[in-house]
């Protein structure tokens, strides 16, 4: 099995002095020997303060968005070739851009193309809406949202998913351990069909919903999952690092290393 995959999505929040303390604080409190992958995905702005504070440890860097372009006149996209300077991750299809800023699952794909061709490694966001999951279309939506944004991507090798149910994201009522298994099931389903069994069971997939430092760990034991995407939890460096530390335990105790 592979290592345990804890990201931070700090999403629109921090200046670069806040950025600075908080990674200070996650930094105080982390022990050394963890055997968990942490990511840290702050705004494009503290993008190069958290890279250089972290640069002596193990904690990784990763942006919340790219553009699809290399470069040229793009008012206010940043190209995966300036993100590949300062970090080695990049979140893609986030929920927010998806409803928010309209991303659809076709300039998701382009993003993906841009970054795989940059060595940028994607975590690749999905998941269904409240109401979709109400009309019963949870798996189709899954399904769509993977093969559209995977279309033409040979080697997923750098990509880690993330089923983030829209419905659980910033509301405080994380999936059930149950509703998560499904998600990651039905994930892992449609990865073998377009990839194989063997990139199926590599490839990691995280949750990401309202989790905290109390449900992590039935997440991590009932419901299958490689890790977590972590937002407003990921702003406190208690929490955080709770989050960290009980993810830590239970790969100690099932045996979970690279
Ligand atoms: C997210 O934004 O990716 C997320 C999972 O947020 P939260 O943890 O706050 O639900």
Known sequence: MSKLLIA????????????????????????STIDVEVILCPPFTSLSKVAELTNKNSIKVGAQNVYHEQKGAFTGEISPEMIKELC????????????????????????????????????????ETLEQRERGKTQEIIREQLTQSLSDIQRIENITIAYEPVWAIGTGISASTMDCKNGIETIRSILQEMYGELTAQSTKILYGGSVNPQNIEALLREAGIDGGLIGG??????????????????????????
């Open 88 to 127: 080695e991750y990049v979140i893609i299809g986030h929920s927010e851009r998806r409803l928010i800023l309209g991303e659809t699952n076709k300039i998701v794909n382009m993003k993906i193309t841009a970054a795989i061709n940059k060595g940028l490694n994607i975590i690749l966001c999905v998941g």
């Open 8 to 31: 931070g999505n700090w999403k629109m929040n921090n200046t670069v002095e806040a950025a600075e303390q908080l990674v200070r604080a996650i930094e105080e409190n982390l022990e």
């Open 233 to 258: 939890a990921s702003l406190n460096a208690e929490s955080f690092v709770s989050i960290i530390n009980k993810s830590n335990i239970f790969s100690q105790k099932t045996g979970s290393n690279d």
